[in-house]
């Protein structure tokens, strides 16, 4: 039987996707979409998704669990790193001084970074210690829901 990784890794992504949306997060596709979501007024999170195994495994979750909580940005939403290249690159550009990180959070407020969250204080953390993380910035930065 011959595996065809291209259905595979359409599925994976898929899966990826799916998972980012039901927790609550607005897919950013285009560079418009980025410039849009990133420019409003007041705070954003932006998840940097991919298909590695601590995206899966970590920041997923804890983009998903982070959000339960008294205090939270205005908006979430999600580019996803090696899919949506141009609007990753775009959301990459509001990132100054960081270098490029998938998996990653970035906190931002009136298109202005405020935190971030990299994939080495992602990958080989549990999620918890990431949903906590992401909560202080949230105590920090964020209005009461």
Do not use: W
């Amino acid at each position: 039987m011959d595996i065809d990784f291209n259905l595979l890794m359409n599925d994976v992504v898929r899966q990826a996707r799916q998972e980012i949306e039901m927790a609550g997060y607005s897919q950013l596709t285009t560079e418009e979409d980025v410039d849009q979501a990133l420019t409003s007024k007041g705070t954003t999170l932006v998840m940097v998704n991919s298909v590695c195994g601590c995206a899966g495994g970590i920041a997923r979750p804890a983009a998903a669990h982070s959000i339960h909580y008294d205090k939270r940005p205005d908006r979430l939403v999600t580019v996803f790193a090696g899919q949506d290249k141009e609007a990753t690159a775009k959301a990459r550009s509001y990132f100054t001084g960081y270098p490029p990180s998938s998996p990653s959070f970035a906190l931002l407020k009136d298109g202005q970074i405020l935190k971030m969250v990299e994939r080495h204080e992602i990958e080989g953390h549990d999620p918890m210690s990431v949903v906590s993380k992401l909560q202080s910035y949230f105590d920090e930065y964020c209005e009461e829901v």
